[in-house]
């Protein structure tokens, strides 16, 4: 069985994050190539112009300047053309109410950032085999925060 080869857009404004992020998914047994922006207003940019190449998975951080993770989620949702990737937000939030509005306005999973780069490889190997998996719906808000 030949492994799928996945295109990973990240949405991060902090280098940091994304160095550690790009970092973690070199080390997964994925086939995967990993593409970044630093915020909303470049990721609407990347993917209108990229129409093309969309991502395969949106790893999509909810706090950032000049356009938020949650009103790009809104914007990606409302657009036919992406509304099938599957967004996933990559947050240091833990508020109860923001996760359930991000859910409600159609995130795929939330994952809160990990402390430790063996949680970091853990959930985004979690996030992309969870996205093999089902494809298409979005999972019960039981199984929606992706735990190390």
Do not use: H
């Not at 922006?37 to 093309?52: C, Q, S």
């Not at 780069?117 to 998996?133: D, T, Y």
Request: hydrophobic share 40%; net charge negative; aromatic share 10%.
């Amino acid at each position: 069985m030949e492994a799928e080869n996945y295109n990973i857009l990240l949405v991060d404004d902090d280098a940091d994050d994304c160095m550690f992020f790009k970092d973690a998914l070199d080390e997964l047994a994925v086939n995967a190539s990993l593409r970044t922006v630093n915020n909303g207003e470049e990721l609407m940019n990347f993917l209108v112009n990229g129409i093309n190449n969309l991502p395969d998975i949106l790893f999509l951080d909810f706090n950032m300047p000049r356009k938020t993770g949650f009103e790009c989620l809104a914007e990606i949702k409302l657009n036919e053309k992406f509304n099938q990737i599957p967004v996933i937000i990559f947050s240091t939030s833990r508020n109860p109410e923001v996760m359930d509005m991000l859910y409600n306005k159609g995130a795929k999973y939330y994952i809160r950032k990990p402390p430790t780069f063996v949680n970091l490889k853990s959930v985004i190997n979690k996030a992309i085999a969870l996205c093999r998996e089902n494809k298409i719906s979005q999972p019960s808000k039981e199984k929606f925060v992706i735990e190390p």
